[in-house]
Structure formats: C-alpha cells, structure tokens
C-alpha cells in the first residue's frame, strides 16, 4: 500500500474534501463533472444527500472516510469510473452492482429497454438476455414484466456472480446460466422466447483509438470488443440462435454499433428477419428490432 504519510487532502473537513478533488481533478474532468463525483461520492460512502453535504460543509469527518475518499481521488486521477469506485449504478431506477468484470450499463442500452416497455403489442411471457453482464437488461425487464419467465446467459462466470447477486437485491426473478454463445446454443427449460434482447460485443479493435481511457483502461475487454474482419461476429449467432428460439411473432432486439446499422440489418434479413434500424438520444443508429418475416 502506498505511504499515505503524503497525502495532499490538508483536513479531514469537509470543505476541504471538497476542495481537494477539485485541485486534484480539474486539468482531467470538468467542473460539473467533478460536483456529480463529489455527490455520489458522499452519497455512496456516507449516505448523505446534496443538502446534507451542504449543512456538512463545515464539519469533520473520520479519519477512515477521509481515506476512502482518498482513494476515490486517486482512482479517479487514473480515470477510473465512478460507477466502480462506489461499487453501483442505477438502470431503469434498480439499484446494479458493478464491478471491473462487466460493463457498466450505459443511458442508450436503458433507453432501448424503456422504448420495449412502452411497445403495447410487447407482453411477453418469456424473455431471453445474451450477453447479460451484470443482468441489468434482464432484472429492468424482470421487474417490468411480472409474470415473465426471465433468462441471462453470459460466457463470464464473474459476471453471472454480479447478476445473479443483482437480482437478489431487487427482488427479482431472472435465472442466470453460464454459456459462450459462439459456439453453443444455451440448454434453458424454455425452448421458445417471445422476446429476445442482446446488447453483445460490438467495438471493433480499430476502434480503440476513439476511446477514452475510462472506458479502455478499466472496462472489461471481454465485453466490448470484437475483430476488425468479424464485426458482425455476435449477431451472426444470436441471428441463428433466434431463427430457432424466437417464438413466431416474437420480438428480437439488438444493440449495434452505430456504424453498422445497414449492414446488421442487411444479414438479418437474409436470416428471415424483417427488421427495424432505431436511432438513440444521440441521434446515431443504435438499435434494431426485428420480427421473424411472415410466410405467406
Ligand atoms: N456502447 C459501449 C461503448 O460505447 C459498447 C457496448 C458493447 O460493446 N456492447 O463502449
């Protein structure tokens, strides 16, 4: 452990907290930035809102919180994510544990299971998540669909640990099983699914140089990324998995990087799909939906 004999937080005063992530992190984040830390930051580690910090500000706090918020400083100075750091992140207003094995959900994927729930002709009774990571997409739908039969699938153990401890403390009922869906397609008791959602890796390798650090340096690799010559590579299989297990008139909803709308959509159509390209807040090509094309 590095020698804490030079830490440059003067006091364990609130204010001075305060102040010290300011200096520390001002040439990295800006200013409104840095005030979302702070909050989250005594919210996650002293449970103390926005005016509780202000009624605090003058006050003291311990000398093992004064650490904790040490370190937040330094790990955000490494750039970090905050979502990491405290351990959690809200999706569809659950409470999902993060750590360094899984993605953190991010506001496109949660606008894509708000813009599902909405959809009045989509009631399914039995949901399927590939690539379910920390389960956020499953537990969000879970939670709206009641009596839905719930599944995730992730080839990562770690993963399937933060989800199936996810559903626990929402009080969820979503069933969890390990499988790489490359090269097997999972054993679950439901053989048909009226709808099946996927937010799987999609940044190709070449990519990485748009990338920001929070997200290349701390996110899992395993998640994001799949080969420059196979862009493609998971929707190919979640494209025949959903051929077979995708009740007739089910629904079939996919996150895509933004650059390859067309052609996804493209080879989905050739499976047998009719498909739908969505844009999200952003404006860029985000989603598609899908249907299984009627035979006449
Ligand atoms: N949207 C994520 C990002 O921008 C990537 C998600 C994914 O690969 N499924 O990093």
Known sequence: ????????????????????????????????????????????????????????????INQSDLLRFYWAAEDLKQYRPIQYIVGYTTFCNLRIKVSEGVLIPRPETEEIVEHIKQCPSCQPESILDLCTGSGCIALALASHYRDAYVYGIDISAEA????????????????????????HAPTLPHDTFDLIVSNPPYVCESEKSDMLPNVLNHEPALALFVPDNDPLLFYR????YAQCHLSSDGLLV??????????????????????TLNKDFRDKERSITAHKTLKS
């Not at 067309?262 to 159509?269: D, H, P, S, V």
């Open 160 to 183: 399937l640990t933060l989800a199936r401890r996810n559903a626990l403390t929402n009080n969820l009922n979503v069933s969890f099983y390990q499988c790489d869906i490359l090269h």
């Open 254 to 275: 996919l996150e895509i990087n933004e650059h390859y709308g067309n052609a996804t959509c493209q080879m989905l159509q050739q499976m047998g799909f009719d498909t």
């Open 237 to 240: 299989a979640i494209g025949q």
């Open 1 to 60: 452990m590095p020698n804490t004999t030079h830490m440059t937080i003067p006091s364990n005063r609130v204010r001075d907290i305060e102040r010290h992530f300011h200096t520390t992190l001002s040439k990295l984040y800006p200013d409104t930035e840095i005030e979302a830390f702070i909050y989250i930051l005594f919210e996650a580690f002293l449970g103390w809102d926005k005016v509780q910090l202000l009624l605090h500000r003058e006050g003291t």
